[in-house]
């Protein structure tokens, strides 16, 4: 059964800090490269953050030093650290294989308070 369950978001302040998690499974996971994407509202899903199965990292340019993408191959997740979130953070964050798997999980969703 294809599975993603993504875990983690909040209400956090500008400046505050969220660990997302997605648990996947095997037939998305073995795949080489996991990523996050996010979607606002009103808007089409955006890239955020890839790593590959060898911790081979890419960020989008909004998130790089700020975001940290790692994943448990044991265990089938994958975590995005995000530290000194802003107001323009705000979303819902979906993990997927990279490229997707045509399914998609409900995401958890991300709410910056400035």
């Known amino acids: 059964q294809v599975q993603l369950v993504e875990s983690g978001g909040g209400l956090v302040q500008a400046g505050g800090s969220l660990r997302l998690s997605c648990v996947a499974s095997?037939?998305?996971?073995?795949?080489?490269?996991m990523a996050w994407h996010r979607q606002y509202p009103g808007k089409q899903r955006e890239w955020v953050a890839s790593?590959?199965?060898?911790?081979?990292?890419w960020y989008a340019g909004s998130v790089k030093g700020r975001f940290t993408i790692s994943r448990d191959n044991a265990k089938n997740t994958l975590y995005l650290q995000m530290n000194s979130l802003k107001p323009e953070d705000i979303g819902v964050y979906y993990c997927?294989?990279?490229?997707?798997?045509?399914?998609w999980g409900q995401g958890t969703q991300v709410t910056v308070s400035s």
């Open positions: 095997e037939t998305i996971f073995s795949r080489d490269v």
């Open positions: 997927n294989s990279d490229p997707p798997y045509p399914a």
């Open positions: 790593i590959s199965r060898r911790d081979t990292a």
